[in-house]
């Protein structure tokens, strides 16, 4: 079955501790993603990624990092998290990427309190 | 830039009647559009995408969508509307330009069916 997981599905952390959130695929797909999901602005794209060791920032990139030393997985990290991180995120994958074409696939997602 | 408008917060819907999520959506050249579907405390699901051809696009659970490029619009559409249809609807896009890898979501529509 293709799966996107992410770990961990829940976290409350504090203002400045870092955090990684990881995310894994299994159909070795060369495009992932991160968005964060806040009330009232739909999803916003954070970083992707077209392939290993390429990575490309999205629209809120502030205050992120990722990560793609291997196709499957693609961290998310916070290197010092702040109460506004406070969100839903989730990790995308897309298939037979196309000059844009693909269809993105969602993992569970992961809420994250910043206190 | 590419952005999209979802202009309903919320959509309220007998269960039976017919169901419209409306979208319209601004990007610079040929689109690409996608509509997914949130469940409650789950991840996004891929409903259905138009990337070209038939103006009509037909997906998954009954849904379908119609691209009309002169009114920049692809709303959504279910001729019955199940309860089980609740959820929150987004509605994104990307410009098919080459090297343009960006995805942009509208705010999300919550669907409410009523029995």
């Known amino acids: 079955e293709a799966q996107v997981t992410q770990n961990p599905r829940y976290l409350i952390t504090v203002t400045g501790k870092k955090l990684t959130v990881t995310c894994s695929q299994n159909m070795n797909h060369e495009y992932m993603s991160w968005y964060r999901q806040d009330p009232g602005l739909g999803l916003r794209q954070i970083y992707y990624s077209m392939n290993v060791e390429v990575t490309d920032k999205g629209d809120v990139p502030e205050g992120y990092k990722v990560s793609r030393k291997e196709k499957r997985n693609f961290p998310l990290i916070l290197e010092s998290p702040s109460p506004n991180q406070t969100s839903l995120y989730f990790c995308a994958r897309g298939d037979i990427p196309l000059g844009g074409r693909e269809t993105q696939y969602f993992g569970p997602g992961t809420r994250l309190l910043v206190l | 830039a590419q952005s999209v408008a979802q202009p309903e917060d919320q959509v309220n819907v007998a269960e039976g009647n017919p169901l419209t999520v409306k979208c319209t959506y601004s990007v610079s050249g040929n689109p690409y559009l996608f509509w997914y579907v949130q469940y409650p405390n789950r991840g996004l699901q891929f409903l259905l995408k138009?990337?070209?051809?038939?103006?009509l696009v037909k997906g998954s659970y009954g849904f379908e969508a119609e691209f009309n490029k002169s009114q920049t619009s692809f709303h959504l559409k279910k001729p019955s509307a199940l309860v089980s249809d609740s959820a929150l609807y987004f509605c994104?896009?990307?410009?098919?330009?080459?090297?343009?890898?960006?995805?942009?979501f509208g705010k999300g529509n919550q669907v409410v069916v009523i029995p």
């Open positions: 994104a896009v990307r410009a098919s330009s080459y090297g343009n890898n960006r995805l942009a």
């Open positions: 138009y990337i070209t051809g038939d103006n």
